[in-house]
């Protein structure tokens, strides 16, 4: 189960408006985190001024590149079958070239070039600037790479273009990398060191998006909470900063209120946060503006401490339920989601079900469950044998499956009979008659489509639901529309 925007977005090519005089075409396509379906953006925005459209048609392509992940294998896997795809294109259209984005580019650097013939050119997260230079290399008949990863580079100069775009939610990424250091992890080694970007920046592309249309943001990061401006720099060279630099830092509660404060109409949610850095201040800003929604994807992994220690998550699981307490006193309604990752090296049953019981205490609303899958140079690969066999982690994953769906059904049921504010983002995939859109708490609600439109706030009834969707009619407009 690969965590993703939407599912179904895994892999579709991006559209975007054309550029005038623009001539070449450029189908791109992203799998895994919403960052890499964000950093394409970013990508599609450098080479449109490279003479570049995009192409949703692989085979009108010139260039084609794909944003990779390797979180686990089998994220992988589909990026080297996409590969063979791309191959059977490339026989009929010779001139066609191939690049490699994102995590899977920093982790395998030159081998890519030397495993897959078909690749032309690589280019790791931090790399996108480069990309014009190194298509030149490309042109003239050499192979391309570039996989330096960087400790300033957040692309908070670059205006992203809104790929595949509802035109009512986006995308806006605050922090790049990551610290944790989470022992399971490739992510740090793909990524990089943690860095911020500029709140002046951030809050400049959310007024422009609401200039636009746009309704609703997400800000992103690896670890959001841990967001710290102070000028630019590492966030462990805080502790060298000036005064000043101290008095005006920005951290992320801070950075969450001058977002709801600059647009006060617009929706705003945030993408991951991770339990040791969630501060109250953060829960208590969420709970003074109505504008940041009640919802928060909360990744534990596991139940057990043991566990939780060998992971190098940085509390235990008593200190998760007091944060779970807390938010629940400051914010009643509010939604829990979680990440789980069964048969980590030496998980025990009794562990597993320290898991469960975590899972009872909690009953999270929804959450991405995933067998352990060991990667490559990670602490927990250089240090500890993958010694679950891998029909004990299935069965593990499907008891945290099955409990969750049971928890996800308990928490959709308790919004029967209310009315909440849905933001309406499209039409519904199984009837063309019902519009669909979310809560507050991020569940996706549909409802007959009367005279309401795309991109508006309207008040739904619930009356019924599934342990995935709630189903209503509306019963006017919101206040916020
Ligand atoms: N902080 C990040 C986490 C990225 S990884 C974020 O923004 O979401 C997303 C999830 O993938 C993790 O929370 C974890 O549950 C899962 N994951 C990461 N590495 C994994 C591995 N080696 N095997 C199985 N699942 C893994
Ligand atoms: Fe990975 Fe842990 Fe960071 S899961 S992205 S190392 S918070």
Excluded at 145 to 163: C, F, H, M, Q
Excluded at 211 to 229: A, P, R
Excluded at 273 to 286: E, G
Excluded at 436 to 443: C, D, L, V, W
């Amino acid at each position: 189960m690969e965590k993703t925007i939407d599912e179904k977005k895994q892999g579709e090519a991006l559209i975007l408006d054309k550029k005038e005089g623009n001539s070449k075409k450029l189908f791109i396509e992203s799998y895994g985190c919403q960052m890499n379906f964000s950093d394409s953006e970013i990508v599609a925005s450098i080479l449109s001024e490279q003479g570049f459209d995009t192409t949703q048609s692989l085979e009108d392509a010139d260039l084609v590149l794909v944003n990779t992940c390797s979180i686990r294998d089998k994220a992988e896997q589909t990026v080297r079958k996409r590969l063979e795809k791309y191959n059977a294109v490339k026989a009929i259209n010779p001139n066609m070239k191939v690049g490699v984005l994102g995590c899977m580019a920093e982790r395998l650097k030159s081998k890519f070039l030397e495993e897959e013939k078909i690749v032309d050119l690589v280019v790791g997260p931090d790399a996108y600037k480069d990309l014009p230079n190194l298509l030149a290399e490309v042109n003239e008949g050499r192979d391309a790479i570039n996989v330096i990863l960087s400790k300033e580079e957040t692309y908070g100069d670059i205006a992203p273009v809104r790929l595949n775009s509802n035109g009512v939610t986006a995308f806006v990424s605050i922090t790049r990398g990551c610290d944790n250091m989470c022992t399971f992890c490739v992510v740090p080694f793909t990524r990089g060191r943690e860095r911020s970007r500029d709140p002046q920046s951030i809050i400049e592309e959310v007024n422009d998006l609401w200039s636009k249309g746009f309704k609703e943001v997400t800000l992103l990061g690896q670890n959001v909470d841990s967001y710290l401006w102070y000028g630019g720099g590492l966030k462990k060279d805080f502790v060298k900063a000036s005064e000043l630099q101290k008095a005006t830092a920005v951290d992320f509660s801070k950075l969450l209120e001058l977002c709801a404060k600059a647009q006060p109409k617009m929706r705003f949610r945030f993408s991951t946060s991770n339990p040791q850095d969630m501060t109250l201040d953060v829960i208590r800003t969420m709970a003074k503006f109505d504008n940041i929604c009640n919802y928060i994807h909360l990744p534990v992994q596991s139940g057990s401490n043991r566990i939780l220690k060998a992971m190098n998550r940085l509390h235990t699981r008593e200190e998760y339920f007091e944060l779970i307490d807390n938010i629940k006193r400051l914010i009643p309604d509010c939604a829990i989601s979680q990440d789980m990752i069964s048969g980590f090296p030496t998980e025990t049953e009794e562990d597993h079900q320290d898991t469960l019981s975590l899972m009872e205490y909690v009953k999270y609303d929804f959450g991405f469950m995933f067998a352990y899958s060991e990667r490559p140079g990670t602490m927990a690969a250089r240090k500890l044998e993958d010694d679950i066999p891998e029909d004990i982690k299935k069965r593990r994953l499907n008891e945290i499956i099955q409990l969750q769906q049971k928890h996800s059904l308990l928490r959709t049921q308790e919004h029967l009979g209310k009315t909440e504010e849905v933001l309406i983002e499209k039409e519904s995939k199984r009837s063309d008659a019902h519009w669909s859109g979310r809560n507050s708490q991020n569940t996706v609600v549909v409802f007959p489509k009367e005279h309401y439109k795309i991109g508006e706030f309207v008040n739904v009834k619930i009356n019924d639901c599934t342990s995935a969707t709630l189903i209503g009619e509306a019963v006017g407009y919101s206040e916020n529309n």
